[in-house]
């Protein structure tokens, strides 16, 4: 099922992201619904990318099965009947849901993206060519493109509600919330990585970055919340291809980013809403890009049985 605007739900609707809709259970519970929208450079796509919202739902929840006992975090389920068994009310909607929805526990959010960063690359990149530095802070001389750090850096950013967000130090995130609490923040951020890192590699895929947020539930937990070293939360990159230097190959909506920069550099779109009609063969190739993503990470073809 691929949709760009969810069919009204009996849930108080509390917010809708770029991707994501977010509603209330109850006090201490959400469920969050992922989309088949897609967004790029900022401007969110006329055209559902088919299966999208299944393979972020489904590959956070297959991470988060594997951090179990290492990582708290907010997941309940993400299995359509176990929602409806916990929330009866959303049994006419199974098919709305399905793949796609996540029943959570309930978090205050921490305003910060915490982002690790095992190789320089994206917005890093950019700022190092201009001026040696990242967030402000001084990184080595000599570093190339995609080049791999000597320990994968901590590099927080605040949480823009639109447009870009800003890269800031972890200095910053302690002035801002506490100096335990972005300890915190900054050993998890770094303990999840280096376990996703692990285990991709596995698979031949290299994740070259990642963000991830936090929020801290009712009894004062801090916990892993949203979506999980996903397409659209990390940079995956194919082992296999990797050669620093220049920009790498990777399992995202790259079809989608190429087309819109030959549409802007042809003169046919400014860059900004509204976007342009998106051809069927980009649509489909960025499809077939998140779900490769999805079966060489968890070794298995994504269940599109009821999605359709």
Known sequence: MSIVALAPLPLRHLRRGKVREVYEVDPFHLLIVATDRVSAFDVVMKEPIPYKGAVLTQITAWWLRRFEGEVRHHLITADADEIVTHVPSLAPHRKTIAGRAMLCRRTEVFPVECVVRGYISGSAWKEYQAHGTLAGEALPAGLREADRFARPVFSPATK?????????????????????????????????????????????????????????DASGQILLIDEVLTPDSSRFWPADAYEPGHTQPSFDKQPLRDWLDAERRGGRWNGEAPPPTLPPDVVQATSARYLDAYRRITGGPLDVAGLA
Not at 164 to 186: F, K, Q, W
Not at 188 to 193: A, T
């Open 160 to 216: 823009a509600e639109a447009g870009h967000d800003e890269n800031i130090t972890p200095a910053e995130v302690a002035r801002r919330l506490g100096a335990g609490v972005a300890a915190e923040l900054e050993r998890l951020s770094r303990h999840v990585y280096e376990m996703g890192r692990a285990l991709a590699a596995e698979r031949g895929i290299i994740i070259a970055d990642t963000k991830f947020e936090f929020g801290r």
